[in-house]
């Protein structure tokens, strides 16, 4: 356990002073912003096909943070000294999964309040969306840890990574979309839910055997 | 060196038959040796001739293409080894202290900061980051490790790279304090370390 909170500690720490969540917010809170100047001055379809968007947004926003996750790791030296350590692999790179969301998922939740505000959508669902890119900023974190591990060891990786990880961010899109334009918020709460566990549970595995590759 | 308790294992490194393959080619010929507590063991080779491949299949990073490398007779296999490779395994941005506290964590040391920090000579720049550090410093910082946490096998790979001579001395201390312990060192050299090895392994293709 000391060894989880100390890597958790340490990823936290180094995620924060490379600037923290300030550049994927400013890439989140841009991008949103520039929805209403593509969809011209009409109201009416603002507010029913832009809160959706803040979605997509929060994706590319997850999605440019992934490619140095493992990267460094790999070339510094400090994923033998993971991979020799007491603690699973599996669970160390948990806790970094953890320390990302934390750093980058909850801050772009909480942005995304105002974001859906200036999108058009309705005050009282502005809460339900804030919580619905909790979850499914998890789940990408959870794909985003698999795809990170196998590109680890490729060089300017960032369009690799994509490739590999967007059809997995997909479903939580879908659901994270229907809550966004308020539609079947309760079940896609739920299933967004699942997605975040699903990821949580599946996304460390993958990304350990595919570093434990790396690592030869 | 009081900090560290000696081992309750016996650790005992065995090679069968050895080989390995990078990029399709064969890196030396079969290799077959055995060392135990107490020993240390100076593994020597041209440039490219497997050393720190060697050390990395012992390590079980590399998988070998025929042959085994095994640590045995160590109660607590995840507990086994330190591997002191090129790489120091730093983060530019952290400090020396958070380095320090990080591998606490990791490997689950005890030992006061102080008695690192003295022991290799790194009191003046504890809190500045990593980037900031000079090659000898950073591998000093990368050497801590082995006192931080005890464990009973150290495969260092060039330990004593970019160290000035009261760095290559505290090298010699360290291999020579944990083979009094019990504990086993298997290091790829260019030049002797100091401390007179036991076995002295020299790889060829």
């Given at each position: 356990m000391r060894a989880l909170g100390a890597a958790f500690q340490r990823d936290l720490a180094l995620m924060w002073s490379g600037g923290g969540a300030l550049a994927p917010i400013g890439f989140f809170l841009g991008a949103t912003m520039l929805v209403p100047l593509a969809m011209g001055p009409e109201r009416t379809l603002l507010a029913s096909?832009?809160?959706?968007?803040v979605w997509i947004a929060a994706a590319l926003a997850v999605l440019a943070t992934l490619e140095r996750l493992f990267q460094a790791d790999l070339e510094d030296g400090s994923l033998d000294q993971m991979l020799i350590s007491r603690a699973p692999l599996e669970l160390l790179v948990l806790a970094k999964g953890a320390a990302l969301w934390c750093a980058i998922g909850l801050p772009l939740a909480l942005a995304a309040g105002p974001a859906a505000i200036a999108l058009q959508a309705p005050l009282e669902r502005v809460p339900v969306i804030i919580v619905s890119l909790a979850l499914g900023t998890a789940a990408f974190v959870g794909a985003g840890l698999a795809g990170a591990a196998v590109t680890a060891?490729?060089?300017?990786g960032g369009v690799l990574i994509a490739l590999i990880v967007l059809p997995f961010f997909a479903p939580p899109i879908i659901f994270g979309a229907a809550v966004a334009g308020g539609k079947d918020v309760t079940a896609a709460l739920m299933i967004l839910g699942g997605c975040a566990l699903a990821a949580a549970a599946l996304g460390p595995i993958a990304a350990a055997a595919a570093l434990r590759l790396q690592a030869e | 060196m009081n900090a560290r308790r000696p081992f309750q294992d016996k650790p005992t490194i065995r090679v069968e038959g050895l080989t390995l393959v990078r990029g399709g080619r064969r890196l030396f010929a079969p290799i077959s040796f055995a060392a135990g507590p107490g020993e240390y063991v100076e593994l020597l080779g041209a440039n490219g001739s497997g050393k720190t491949s060697l050390l990395r299949a012992i390590a079980g990073f590399l998988h070998p293409r025929a042959g085994s490398a095994h640590i045995e007779r160590c109660e607590e296999p995840s507990l086994a080894l330190h591997y002191v490779g090129?790489?120091?395994?730093?983060?530019?941005?952290?400090?020396v202290r958070a380095h320090l506290k990080y591998w606490a964590g990791l490997f689950g040391g005890a030992p006061s900061e102080d008695f690192v920090v003295k022991a290799l000579n790194l009191a003046r720049v504890l809190?500045?980051?990593?980037?900031?550090?000079s090659q000898g410093q950073a591998r000093r910082l990368a050497l801590a490790r082995l006192i931080i946490a005890p464990r009973p096998v150290w495969l260092l790979d060039?330990?004593?790279?970019?160290?000035?001579y009261q760095g290559r001395a505290v090298v010699g201390e360290l291999v020579e304090g944990h083979r009094a312990q019990g504990g086993l060192v298997l290091a790829a050299v260019?030049?002797?370390?100091?401390p007179k090895p036991s076995q002295t392994l020299r790889l060829a293709a």
């Amino acid at each position: 356990m000391r060894a989880l909170g100390a890597a958790f500690q340490r990823d936290l720490a180094l995620m924060w002073s490379g600037g923290g969540a300030l550049a994927p917010i400013g890439f989140f809170l841009g991008a949103t912003m520039l929805v209403p100047l593509a969809m011209g001055p009409e109201r009416t379809l603002l507010a029913s096909a832009g809160p959706p968007l803040v979605w997509i947004a929060a994706a590319l926003a997850v999605l440019a943070t992934l490619e140095r996750l493992f990267q460094a790791d790999l070339e510094d030296g400090s994923l033998d000294q993971m991979l020799i350590s007491r603690a699973p692999l599996e669970l160390l790179v948990l806790a970094k999964g953890a320390a990302l969301w934390c750093a980058i998922g909850l801050p772009l939740a909480l942005a995304a309040g105002p974001a859906a505000i200036a999108l058009q959508a309705p005050l009282e669902r502005v809460p339900v969306i804030i919580v619905s890119l909790a979850l499914g900023t998890a789940a990408f974190v959870g794909a985003g840890l698999a795809g990170a591990a196998v590109t680890a060891g490729v060089k300017r990786g960032g369009v690799l990574i994509a490739l590999i990880v967007l059809p997995f961010f997909a479903p939580p899109i879908i659901f994270g979309a229907a809550v966004a334009g308020g539609k079947d918020v309760t079940a896609a709460l739920m299933i967004l839910g699942g997605c975040a566990l699903a990821a949580a549970a599946l996304g460390p595995i993958a990304a350990a055997a595919a570093l434990r590759l790396q690592a030869e | 060196m009081n900090a560290r308790r000696p081992f309750q294992d016996k650790p005992t490194i065995r090679v069968e038959g050895l080989t390995l393959v990078r990029g399709g080619r064969r890196l030396f010929a079969p290799i077959s040796f055995a060392a135990g507590p107490g020993e240390y063991v100076e593994l020597l080779g041209a440039n490219g001739s497997g050393k720190t491949s060697l050390l990395r299949a012992i390590a079980g990073f590399l998988h070998p293409r025929a042959g085994s490398a095994h640590i045995e007779r160590c109660e607590e296999p995840s507990l086994a080894l330190h591997y002191v490779g090129h790489a120091n395994g730093l983060k530019g941005q952290a400090s020396v202290r958070a380095h320090l506290k990080y591998w606490a964590g990791l490997f689950g040391g005890a030992p006061s900061e102080d008695f690192v920090v003295k022991a290799l000579n790194l009191a003046r720049v504890l809190d500045a980051p990593c980037r900031t550090l000079s090659q000898g410093q950073a591998r000093r910082l990368a050497l801590a490790r082995l006192i931080i946490a005890p464990r009973p096998v150290w495969l260092l790979d060039e330990p004593a790279s970019a160290l000035d001579y009261q760095g290559r001395a505290v090298v010699g201390e360290l291999v020579e304090g944990h083979r009094a312990q019990g504990g086993l060192v298997l290091a790829a050299v260019h030049e002797p370390l100091g401390p007179k090895p036991s076995q002295t392994l020299r790889l060829a293709a």
